[in-house]
């Protein structure tokens, strides 16, 4: 099979699949273009909460043990308004269109790469997984590596996520967690001089939180000087439910963010947090633990490889998570794909076409250094 990575990226964007809606039509078609490939595909679907089936397709070409997966996802955030985002357009040496960029344009690179392969030259499996609902939550990645036969039967030993990074290959990124923190009070109309206000009771944690914003900027302790910015980016929103001037909120709920990143006391942080609510009687709920950061040596043999496929010195880190932190428990992982993060979600969103073709050359190396010889 011999396949345009621009033409097959193209088709891929016009096939609309937002993560809230079902991914089932750009399943089917990628995977027949898999099996075209030479790929025995498995699919695995699970019902999401609003009843919308999602479907995540793993591939798997050639025999033997360990070799290479190129994990990508189909889902794409919201098209938005104000242009056409699933009319692919190529213009000015771009491709534009929802996803060309987060990550349908990377998916097709890995494909084409594969089908230069044909499976008598493989000494070790090649593996494609496209997963669903990458954007909410990463749950198709923690679903195939839990229900996924071709993977839990022998892991490969090697895995790229192709998340646009402009073809530089990152081995480690910040990860995430969440601290919701509620006040509650009594609500009433304030000429009653009956209400308590939960905003009112939640204020002196708020103070506190106003400096450990600052400790937090200032402590090398929870912070990492190979991120760029070193900071674990900690901040605070608040809900009160919209209440009127005039009346007193009954509950207020403060969700405070950080981006986990090693060896930066992110453990020690949240716990700061949550004793401190804990000190004003005011209930906490931590969530978002999963999205861990992301690491694996920029000396190790897969980020070697990645260097040598792409011509660059040495691996980067970036400060946005993929789904690499749930597949590098099992897999030594890296992150490269064409493409700019900052694109990604824009409307106008577009790939480079030049990168992208590129890509398809540095997959390839990949899949010869690491399946070929």
């Known amino acids: 099979m011999s396949r345009n990575v621009v033409e097959l990226a193209a088709q891929l964007v016009a096939i609309q699949s937002e993560t809230p809606q079902s991914n089932r039509p ?35 070409k050639g025999g033997g043990s360990g070799g290479l997966g190129l994990f990508s996802h189909s889902d794409t955030v919201p098209g938005n308004v104000g242009w056409e985002p699933f009319a692919p357009e190529v213009k000015d040496g771009k491709l534009y269109g929802r996803g060309s960029c987060d990550m349908k344009g990377p998916l097709a690179a890995t494909i084409v790469a594969a089908s ?18 990458e954007e909410n939550g990463h749950t198709g990645s923690h679903f195939i590596v839990a229900e996924s036969k071709t993977l839990t039967s022998d892991w490969p030993e090697f895995c790229v996520v192709c998340e646009p990074s402009e073809l530089i290959p990152v081995y480690a990124h910040k990860g995430g967690a969440r601290i919701s923190v509620t006040a509650r009070g009594i609500a009433a109309h304030t000429s009653t001089d009956k209400g308590e206000s939960a905003n009112f009771k939640i204020a002196p944690f ?25 900071t674990n980016g900690f901040n605070l929103v608040l809900n009160d439910g ?53 690491y694996v040596s920029p000396d190790s043999p897969l980020v070697q490889a990645a260097c040598r496929a792409t011509g660059v010195e040495r691996a980067v880190t970036v400060p946005y998570g993929t ?28 790939i480079d076409i030049a990168q992208l073709e590129e890509a398809v050359e540095v997959y390839g190396r990949l899949i010869d250094e690491l399946c070929g010889n």
Not at 123 to 130: G, M, Q, R, W
Not at 206 to 230: G, H, I, V, Y
Not at 280 to 290: D, F, I, Q
Request: charged share 25%; hydrophobic share 40%.
């Open 323 to 350: 789904e690499a932190v749930t597949y590098q428990a099992h897999m030594q992982s890296v992150v490269l794909g064409p493409g700019n993060i900052a694109q990604a979600h824009t409307v106008g969103e577009f």
């Open 116 to 133: 230069r392969f044909p499976t008598e030259q493989l000494t070790k499996p090649l593996f494609i997984a496209v997963t669903s609902d």
């Open 26 to 60: 750009v399943s089917d078609f990628l995977k027949g273009v898999l099996e075209e490939a030479g790929f025995e595909v498995e699919e695995l679907s699970y019902i999401d909460p609003n009843g919308e089936e999602k479907v995540n397709l793993v591939g798997k």
């Open 206 to 230: 708020l103070a506190e939180m106003a400096e450990l914003a600052q400790l937090f900027k200032t402590d090398k302790r929870f912070q990492n000087d190979e991120f760029s910015p070193p």
């Open 242 to 294: 919209g209440v009127p001037l005039n009346v007193t909120a009954d509950k207020t709920v403060a969700t405070l963010g950080l981006r986990a990143m090693p060896n930066a006391a992110t453990e020690e942080a949240i716990q700061m947090v949550v004793e401190r609510a804990k000190a004003h009687n005011l209930e906490t709920e931590v969530s978002g633990t999963g999205f861990s950061h992301f």
